[in-house]
């Protein structure tokens, strides 16, 4: 049962990265300020309500046991949130120094 578990997440994650990919013009950008809009506290963290919120913006037609299971997989280090370098990380995958920088402009 982990193993089936372990195939919908990474069958989530790639129907996500598809949607954002399609969407092509929002970019590292579009996808910081859709962090930025979903987290409300500015904590620079997105909890688990935030974080769907986030995923529902993409309109991936995910379910929430997927959403669920992505946000555990985001969480890397495990803190009950997810960051925004977590986030970008997830969403987007390894994004330039450059492409950071402006990233850490927006949240300055």
């Known amino acids: 049962s982990?193993?089936?578990t372990m195939?919908?997440?990474e069958a989530a994650d790639l129907k996500l990265q598809e949607v954002i990919r399609a969407r092509g013009g929002d970019g590292v950008i579009g996808i910081a300020?859709?962090?930025?809009v979903?987290?409300?506290d500015k904590s620079g963290q997105l909890d688990k309500q935030e974080f769907n919120r986030a995923i529902a913006l993409f309109r991936a037609g995910l379910s929430?046991?997927?959403?669920d299971a992505l946000f555990a997989k985001y969480d890397s280090d495990n803190s009950g949130t997810v960051s925004?370098?977590?986030y970008l990380r997830a969403v987007?995958?390894?994004i330039s120094?450059?492409?950071?920088a402006i990233v850490n402009r927006i949240f300055a």
Request: proline share 0%.
């Open 33 to 36: 300020r859709n962090f930025r």
């Open 2 to 4: 982990e193993q089936i």
């Open 97 to 100: 120094k450059t492409r950071r």
């Open 64 to 67: 929430t046991e997927e959403v």
């Open 92 to 94: 987007r995958g390894k």
């Open 7 to 9: 195939v919908d997440v």
């Open 84 to 86: 925004i370098d977590e």
């Open 38 to 40: 979903i987290d409300v």
